[in-house]
């Protein structure tokens, strides 16, 4: 940590590079955590009914799912061609760019948001360095910021909040408190996160008492309490309220663009990752603005 405080700009350096390589790994996570999840249902639900697998089909279908399938395995083929990635091939964004975005063996084209991804990471890294201090706190930011994203994309592809992600982000939060790793209490955290879990399961309820539709997910609750837990309580209002009005300005858009009807699902999990980073890094600032403004009133 020493070297940080003779050179301050090598952290945000470092962070950068490091968010360029771990957000290639975050398209990974994003795009196999919610396959591993769905062979887990299916195998869990054919083990629960064994007359089940008396069907040929059921059976080879288990055989499938018995199968590695994990983040690791199996090695990352072209979805056309089923060639597999060349280790050259997965230096994040300079592959993508030199192979113009395409297979290197049967041009099938490569989207643009696997780049974009690793860009975007390596981006709030850099602002995470810029912001924080090169200490634990500082690097527990980092690993903050890559679940957010996992997180925000996963719940964009699939209305899915992924336990995997979002408990071990609140527990992580309650640890770094408890060990006074956080500048947030450990009473704040939590009550933050008894109160972000709390708060939008009330909300849930609410709604659904009234028109017998289910309004949110689960793992918005839990995700809110992670936030809960790493920023404290006194977060969570101005969290609810960022949150409320990206999500609202991004769905009108996202129905004017897509013609769809006003009960069309969209997910919140992303508008909660956007709002509680921002809070993260300029939470503080905003609240203090408003209350001196307030007293001065």
């Given at each position: 940590?020493?070297?940080?405080?003779?050179?301050?700009?090598?952290?945000?350096?470092?962070?950068?590079i490091?968010?360029?390589?771990?957000?290639?790994?975050?398209?990974?996570?994003?795009?196999?955590?919610?396959?591993?999840?769905?062979?887990?249902?299916?195998?869990?639900?054919?083990?629960?009914?064994?007359?089940?697998?008396?069907?040929?089909?059921?059976?080879k279908?288990?055989?499938?799912?018995?199968?590695?399938?994990?983040?690791?395995?199996?090695?990352?083929?072209?979805?056309?061609?089923?060639?597999?990635?060349?280790?050259?091939?997965n230096?994040?964004?300079?592959?993508?760019?030199?192979?113009?975005?395409?297979?290197?063996?049967?041009?099938?084209?490569?989207?643009?948001?696997?780049?974009a991804?690793?860009?975007?990471t390596?981006?709030?890294?850099?602002?995470?360095g810029?912001f924080?201090?090169?200490?634990?706190?500082?690097?527990?930011?980092?690993?903050?910021?890559?679940?957010?994203?996992?997180?925000?994309?996963?719940?964009?592809?699939?209305?899915?909040?992924p336990?995997?992600?979002?408990l071990?982000?609140m527990?992580?939060?309650?640890?770094?408190?408890?060990f006074?790793i956080?500048?947030?209490?450990?009473?704040?955290?939590?009550?933050?996160?008894?109160?972000?879990?709390?708060?939008?399961?009330?909300?849930?309820?609410?709604?659904?008492l009234?028109t017998?539709?289910e309004?949110m997910g689960?793992?918005?609750f839990?995700l809110?309490?992670?936030?809960?837990a790493?920023?404290?309580?006194q977060?969570?209002?101005?969290?609810?309220?960022?949150?409320?009005?990206v999500?609202?300005v991004?769905?009108?858009?996202?129905?004017?663009?897509?013609?769809?009807?006003?009960e069309?699902?969209f997910?919140?999990?992303?508008?909660?990752?956007?709002?509680?980073?921002?809070?993260?890094?300029?939470?503080?600032?905003l609240?203090?603005?408003?209350?001196?403004?307030?007293l001065s009133?």
């Amino acid at each position: 940590m020493i070297i940080f405080d003779y050179y301050p700009s090598l952290f945000p350096i470092l962070a950068g590079i490091f968010g360029l390589l771990i957000g290639s790994f975050l398209n990974v996570v994003i795009h196999r955590l919610p396959i591993m999840m769905e062979r887990e249902w299916k195998k869990d639900c054919i083990e629960c009914f064994p007359q089940l697998q008396r069907d040929p089909d059921v059976k080879k279908e288990l055989e499938n799912l018995n199968k590695p399938f994990n983040l690791n395995t199996p090695r990352s083929r072209c979805p056309k061609c089923n060639t597999q990635i060349r280790a050259i091939d997965n230096i994040p964004v300079m592959s993508w760019l030199l192979l113009k975005g395409k297979c290197h063996k049967c041009d099938n084209p490569i989207s643009a948001r696997y780049p974009a991804i690793e860009l975007l990471t390596a981006l709030l890294c850099v602002v995470i360095g810029l912001f924080f201090p090169a200490d634990w706190y500082g690097f527990a930011l980092l690993f903050f910021t890559f679940t957010l994203v996992s997180a925000t994309f996963i719940d964009l592809d699939t209305m899915l909040l992924p336990d995997q992600l979002t408990l071990p982000l609140m527990w992580g939060g309650l640890v770094l408190s408890l060990f006074q790793i956080s500048p947030v209490s450990l009473y704040d955290a939590v009550i933050g996160a008894i109160a972000g879990y709390l708060f939008l399961w009330t909300i849930f309820w609410a709604f659904k008492l009234l028109t017998g539709k289910e309004g949110m997910g689960y793992g918005d609750f839990k995700l809110l309490a992670a936030l809960g837990a790493w920023l404290g309580w006194q977060q969570l209002p101005l969290i609810i309220l960022l949150s409320s009005v990206v999500g609202l300005v991004f769905g009108l858009i996202q129905l004017r663009l897509q013609n769809k009807g006003i009960e069309k699902a969209f997910p919140f999990g992303p508008y909660l990752a956007i709002a509680g980073w921002f809070c993260l890094i300029w939470g503080n600032d905003l609240i203090s603005w408003y209350l001196n403004n307030m007293l001065s009133m």
